[in-house]
């Protein structure tokens, strides 16, 4: 997505900040609020609605107040898949249009008229209304597969950063010079995230708890495998031939008339 931001070396890097930034400073002491008004972690945990911020609401606000509060909550979220929709769909555009996926012609077309990629949105809707049937079905299958999420980004981290680490480490001259650097802190930085990324996909992929039975079994570890089988199958037999590769400048931009 960063083709289509002006001055992404700086711009990307800048937004990622900030937003971490504003995150901890309105989800933190909102996390403490909470956790330090638990009267009770049990019944909080056990409580019929299943989610524990729920019971912590009730024991200090009216039902009227609560509901506001998770019509808000709503809203957002609703603003948030929007946006989220967008992001999946430019991304699956960006790689089909590379020549990655399977269907890749279809999925990178653009609407003459809109100038959007309409067959990735749908198909990224598509995607998100299975995922939703499949929570009916079954919530052990849905989350089992929600959580390779966690694994598939985690494992990203690990080997994008890694890389960039190590030429860092290794090869420093074939790297080009960076227009948002860290400077000195460039190389411990990227060396705690390898770690971290390391350490957290460890425990994303055990087991949530023990004696590990099928409701508790982290079924994110081998659906990862298999997606990861079935990716260097197909890059085996198709994608190495056709597949073109991350757009690395983008020279211009092409004005729509309205």
């Not at 931001?5 to 900040?17: C, D, E, F, G, Q």
């Not at 279809?106 to 990735?120: F, G, Q, Y």
């Not at 996909?201 to 055990?206: E, G, P």
């Not at 081998?222 to 590769?245: D, M, Q």
Request: with cysteine.
């Amino acid at each position: 997505m960063s083709e289509e931001v002006k001055n992404a070396s700086t711009t990307i890097p800048r937004t990622m900040l900030s937003v971490y930034i504003i995150n901890f400073v309105l989800l933190f002491p909102a996390i403490l609020t909470v956790a330090y008004h638990v009267p009770d972690l049990d019944a909080a945990l056990n409580d019929s609605t299943t989610y524990p911020a729920l019971y912590v609401l009730k024991q200090s606000m009216s039902v009227g107040w609560i509901n506001l509060l998770l019509v808000l909550i709503i809203l957002i979220n609703v603003a948030s898949n929007i946006v989220y929709l967008a992001a999946v769909t430019r991304d699956l555009f960006a790689f089909s249009r590379d020549k990655g996926l399977p269907f890749s012609r279809w999925l990178s077309s653009l609407d003459p008229k809109r100038h959007i990629p309409v067959n990735a949105a749908r198909f990224s809707c598509l995607i998100a209304f299975l995922l939703a049937l499949i929570y009916i079905g079954s919530p052990v299958a849905f989350y089992a597969i929600t959580a390779l999420n966690t694994v598939a980004l985690l494992q990203c981290y690990t080997f994008s950063i890694g890389c960039v680490l190590w030429r860092r480490i290794a090869h420093p001259e074939t790297l080009p010079t960076a227009a948002f650097s860290l400077g000195r802190f460039g190389v411990p930085v990227n060396a705690f995230a390898v770690i971290y990324s390391v350490w957290s996909l460890f425990w994303a992929c055990w087991p949530q708890q023990y004696p590990v039975t099928a409701s508790g079994f982290n079924w994110a570890s081998p659906i990862f495998i298999a997606v990861v089988l079935g990716s260097l199958i197909y890059f085996a037999f198709k994608a190495r031939h056709t597949y073109e590769g991350p757009v690395v400048m983008v020279e211009g931009r092409k004005v729509h008339a309205p």
